[in-house]
């Protein structure tokens, strides 16, 4: 038996408890306030010990950018799925999945501000990011299928003025442009996108609270809004009384 092999592996350094420290950083300090330094003295380790690891600060913020987008979007397909599996209507499953970021959100605020919060000084997020971040969007764009397959989509009163809005590329992350009446299904559902994030924004930021009597419910609220601009009618009666 090689037990050199065994003692080795109990000594590395793990990226886990690495990034661990770090989220605790994101708390008290923010984004800004991280470092490979500051890391190190948090885990009780030589610097050197985290550069071998993570060897720039850029390549342990883009860890912690991939987690957050991934742990946010799978709070999503997991609130998704139990919605399909009680036979919910799109509309709800809607409702449930952006719940689901909600929730996530303001448990993980720290997270939600790396991600959607102001740039970091200095950081540009690389392209090993970009899959972690389509599941969001990703989420939103099956149950927006799925309700343009099961017909539970109201035409829209007025459609996007002029040729399509959207690169190429966007549309067919979606699965290509529906027919018409829909054909501008993909630019509405990047409406509803936008809106969520931005409602988040103000949820987490705090920029309702002096304002809304109840947020919670008022976030249900705007998402049924938001989602009368694709033709989706979220059931807020199911709402009443939470």
């Not at 600060?57 to 987690?67: E, Q």
Request: hydrophobic fraction near 50%.
């Amino acid at each position: 038996m090689d037990v050199s092999t065994s003692v080795d592996d109990e000594n590395a350094v793990r990226p886990e408890a690495l990034k661990a420290a770090a989220r605790q950083l994101l708390v008290k300090l923010g984004a800004s306030g991280l470092s490979l330094e500051a890391v190190a003295e948090g885990s009780g380790l030589a610097v050197a010990d985290v550069e071998g690891v993570f060897p720039h600060r850029d390549d342990l913020l883009t860890a912690l950018v991939i987690d957050a987008y991934d742990e946010s979007a799978a709070a999503m397909e997991e609130a998704d799925r139990s919605a399909g599996a009680a036979g919910a209507p799109a509309g709800a499953r809607l409702l449930a999945v952006t719940r689901a970021l909600r929730t996530w959100s303001f448990d993980n605020s720290a997270e939600f501000t790396l991600i959607y919060g102001s740039p970091v000084a200095g950081y540009h997020a690389p392209q090993d990011t970009v899959p972690a971040a389509s599941r969001t969007p990703a989420v939103l764009a099956g149950i927006v299928r799925s309700a343009l397959a099961a017909g539970e989509l109201t035409p829209p009163r007025r459609a996007v003025p002029g040729p399509p809005l959207l690169l190429p590329e966007a549309v067919q992350l979606f699965g290509g442009a529906p027919e018409a009446p829909f054909s501008d299904l993909v630019e509405r559902g990047m409406v509803l996108w936008s809106n969520l994030i931005g409602l988040l924004v103000f949820q987490v930021f705090s920029r309702t609270h002096d304002s809304v009597r109840d947020e919670s419910a008022y976030f249900d609220f705007a998402i049924a809004v938001a989602a009368e601009s694709i033709g989706l009618t979220v059931p807020l009666e199911e709402t009443a009384g939470r």
